[in-house]
């Protein structure tokens, strides 16, 4: 049973963070180290939404992004619907999902971690716009 709930999660990770490609790019101190996100989310702010079955904690790294945040939580709200829909529920309780600006106008893959709760970290390009991410509303 193990196996599934972590396959599942893993799945749902790699929706949720709409990998599309990666270039390894250690921009930010936030890019670095094994212990990330968890270390970022002691000192970052963070949003809370709410998803059917669990709560996302999104956290911003520092860095200028040309879309609106509203824009980037309503894509991950979106992705997250889809998430839920397809497991009729969000996998884990509670995620934390950290943002990270890099370079660029592209979503980049993301890294997920399990050994101190759920969380991914997801390089997101500065100058990405709605179109790359979808996020319209």
Same mark, same amino acid.
């Given at each position: ?35 990330? $996100?968890? !270390? ?6 963070? @949003?809370?939404?709410?998803?059917? &079955?669990?709560? %996302?904690?999104?956290? =911003? ?39 990270? $600006?890099? !370079? ?6 993301? @890294?997920?971690?399990?050994?101190? &709760?759920?969380? %991914?970290?997801?390089? =997101? ?13």
């Amino acid at each position: 049973m193990k196996t599934a709930s972590a396959f599942r999660w893993t799945v749902a990770a790699a929706m949720l963070a709409s990998t599309i490609s990666f270039r390894a790019d250690a921009q930010s101190e936030y890019m670095r180290g094994g212990r990330m $996100p968890y !270390d970022a989310f002691d000192r970052l702010p963070r @949003t809370d939404l709410e998803v059917p &079955g669990g709560t %996302i904690n999104v956290a =911003f790294a520092p860095g200028d992004i040309a879309l609106p945040k509203e824009k980037l939580l309503d894509w991950i709200r979106m992705s997250a619907r889809a998430v839920t829909t397809y497991y009729g529920r969000f996998p884990v309780n509670s995620l934390r999902l950290l943002l990270v $600006p890099v !370079d660029g106008a592209r979503i980049r893959g993301g @890294t997920t971690w399990g050994y101190r &709760g759920a969380a %991914i970290r997801i390089p =997101f390009g500065r100058d990405s716009t709605e179109d790359v991410c979808g996020a319209t509303g």
